[in-house]
């Protein structure tokens, strides 16, 4: 185990955890809402140091990450457990393991591991995904300050419920190094609060809260929308969601919408049509996105990037692989526009 960071302690031996939004008040020998940082006597403790249960090379595009470093590959890990308990998880065989099965599993591997992994499989980035790394924020810290010393970048694949303290602690903010977390693809998951009590256990607006506090601090910011029947795929909400990434993030920013099939504990409801998938590609087109992207729905030619301004392909796709690449020095080899991201 190792103390967490970014807790308070209080009276009567309770502590208060600073990490993310739900900001647990946690009594003596109890565990905050993720189930994975417990408080013994008064100190916070996080159970998922250094024991990964996933680790893998995946290309930057399944994070997915369109704009950062395209064809690339992310060392990836992931430790059990989440702050949310998301009806639809892709993957809750290991993001509510500590809830459904009251287990932690993973092997250990120390930070230095993981980068010496992470340079050895000549990854340019390591992703902190799969689950919510919020959760593994202490780990997630001490490998990225190793991974920045040797030019490797850090990702988050995340829900966005982190507090802001979190991601100021992790941009140098309180001490004065380098910003350390390079990236992020954020789940907007809906633009309805009472779909996020009802569905995620977790609230809208500190999501909301997270996506510009890191557009403010310069991490490179991708959203993605799972659209799910009959929860988030009226007209109204998906248009609020692209509207709100035009007007709050920036029209630069990259918007995935993805199609849903039924998983964990939601199979009440069919895949997504493609017409609705469509839909949502017009209407974020329509807020002014310059790049909108249909995931889980190959063949549609929805995930390859065009010029915003003279429309020609730049980067053709195929699933998670870049086929083809018309970007030299970041910007369009047709008409010479920049093309927004990094590493481009």
Known sequence: ????????????????????????????????????????????????????????????????????????TAFSIATAGCNFRCAFCQNADISQMPRDRGQILGRQASPEEVVRSARRYGSQSIAYTYTEPTIFFEYSYDIARLAHDVGIASVYVTNGYMT?????????????????????????????????????????????????????L??????????????????????????????ELGVETPWHVSRFHPDYKMYDRGATPATTLRRAYDLGREAGLRYVYV???????????????????????????????AIQDGKCTHCGTAIDGIGM
Not at 165 to 194: I, S, T
Not at 225 to 236: A, E, F, G, H, R
Request: proline share 5%; with cysteine.
């Open 1 to 72: 185990m190792k103390e967490a960071l970014l807790y308070e302690r209080l009276d009567d031996q309770r502590v208060r955890c600073h990490l993310c939004a739900h900001r647990c008040v946690i009594a003596p020998g109890r565990k905050g809402v993720c189930l994975v940082r417990e408080n013994r006597e008064g100190t916070l403790y996080t159970l998922v140091y250094g024991i990964p249960l996933s680790q893998a090379v995946d290309p930057i595009e399944k994070k997915p990450l369109f704009h950062f470093h395209p064809g690339s």
């Open 218 to 247: 310069g991490v490179w910011v991708e959203v993605t929308t799972l659209v799910v029947p009959d929860m988030n795929d009226s007209i109204d909400e998906l248009g609020d969601i692209a509207r709100f990434i035009a007007d």
């Open 295 to 325: 995931g889980n729905m190959p063949g549609a030619r929805l995930e390859d990037t065009y010029c915003p301004n003279c429309g020609q392909t730049v980067i053709v796709r195929w699933g998670f692989q870049v086929r083809d690449n």
């Open 164 to 216: 802001s303290e979190m991601l100021e602690l992790f941009q140098g903010l309180d001490n004065g190094h380098e910003p350390w977390l390079d990236a992020a693809n954020v789940d907007l998951k809906a633009f309805r609060d009472e779909t996020y009590k009802k569905v995620c256990g977790a609230r809208l607006q500190p999501v909301l809260d997270s996506l510009k506090k890191m557009v403010e």
